[in-house]
Every structure is written in structure tokens, then in C-alpha cells.
């Protein structure tokens, strides 16, 4: 296993270690708000209409931290990744093919880490971030995923 990602257990125990409410700043809310409008149906929604749902996401996601003085922007690409430029423009990129919640809060949690921590540390936040805020916010969804290394995927039949 890269040594860059952390493992389940770290991952379980920092967020065991944060609020319990954990991630602040009103991104709670302002999921539970984007969910009215962009969620329901999900399972039921032809790949183009998830598209449309995770770019409202990310939208609701950025007004909630206007506070946050970083540039981002959101783009479709062939896979996930978060980026930042020289010029602090950080930009999210999604799978078209597989347009993921789970995947957009994860990529969202780096956009809006502070400069100057380790790689690890970066990923360890981005994954408490997500993970807590997923678990929080989708707990039947979550409660249907399994762990592959570091990450949450559908439970395989």
C-alpha cells in the first residue's frame, strides 16, 4: 500500500477524534439543502443528470465557503483529482464516466486544506473531511459501502 494514503483505522480514529458534527462551517446544511433539490432519485438518475447534481453540488459547497479565499473551479475529465496552480487556482475534476458524491467531497476536502502540511496529512484531512461528511449526511448510502484500502466502494454481490 502507498504510504501517501492513510489506512482505514487512522482514518475511523480521526474522525472518532473531531466533532461530532464534524465538518463545520455549515457544509452540513448545505448538503441536506442541495439533497431536496439535486438528490432523490439518485440511483435512478441517467449518468448526464448525476453530472448536472455533482456541478450543484460543488456550487453549494463553494458558497458555503466564501469565507475561504482560494479560486476553485470544477471541470469533467477522466478521473478524479484535485489540482492547484502557482496562482492558488485549484480546480476539481470528475469522472464523466462515474459521477460520485463521495468522490466530489473527497476532491472538495483537498481544495480546502491550508498550504504548508505534508502530502499525508493533506490526504488524511481530505479523507476525514469526506468520509465524516458522507457518513453524516447519507447514512443509509453509507452504510452500504465496504472499504478497499483507503477508500469506500459500493459492497460487491
Same mark, same amino acid.
Given at each position: 500500500?502507498?504510504d501517501l494514503y492513510p489506512t482505514r483505522e487512522r482514518i475511523l480514529k480521526e474522525m472518532d477524534n473531531t466533532h461530532p458534527r464534524h465538518p463545520p462551517n ?30 450543484? =453540488?460543488?456550487? @453549494?459547497?463553494?458558497?458555503?465557503? /466564501?469565507?475561504? &479565499?482560494?479560486? #476553485? !473551479? ?12 502557482? =496562482?492558488?487556482? @485549484?480546480?476539481?475534476?470528475?469522472? /464523466?464516466?462515474? &459521477?460520485?458524491? #463521495? !468522490? ?54
Amino acid at each position: 500500500m502507498n504510504d501517501l494514503y492513510p489506512t482505514r483505522e487512522r482514518i475511523l480514529k480521526e474522525m472518532d477524534n473531531t466533532h461530532p458534527r464534524h465538518p463545520p462551517n455549515g457544509y452540513i446544511a448545505a448538503i441536506n439543502k442541495w439533497k431536496t433539490s439535486w438528490y432523490y432519485p439518485w440511483h435512478k438518475k441517467l449518468i448526464r443528470d448525476k453530472r448536472l447534481s455533482i456541478e450543484s =453540488l460543488i456550487a @453549494h459547497l463553494k458558497e458555503t465557503n /466564501r469565507a475561504h &479565499p482560494r479560486q #476553485l !473551479s470544477f471541470r469533467w475529465g477522466n478521473s478524479w483529482i484535485h489540482t492547484k496552480t502557482l =496562482l492558488e487556482v @485549484h480546480t476539481i475534476t470528475g469522472d /464523466r464516466r462515474n &459521477p460520485s458524491i #463521495l !468522490s466530489a467531497l473527497h476532491e472538495f476536502g483537498h481544495a480546502i486544506q491550508p498550504d504548508g502540511i505534508s502530502k499525508r496529512e493533506h490526504e488524511l484531512r481530505a479523507c476525514v473531511f469526506s468520509i465524516g461528511l458522507f457518513r453524516e449526511c447519507f447514512p443509509r448510502e453509507f452504510a452500504r459501502l465496504e472499504w478497499k484500502g483507503h477508500m469506500l466502494r459500493r459492497k460487491t454481490k
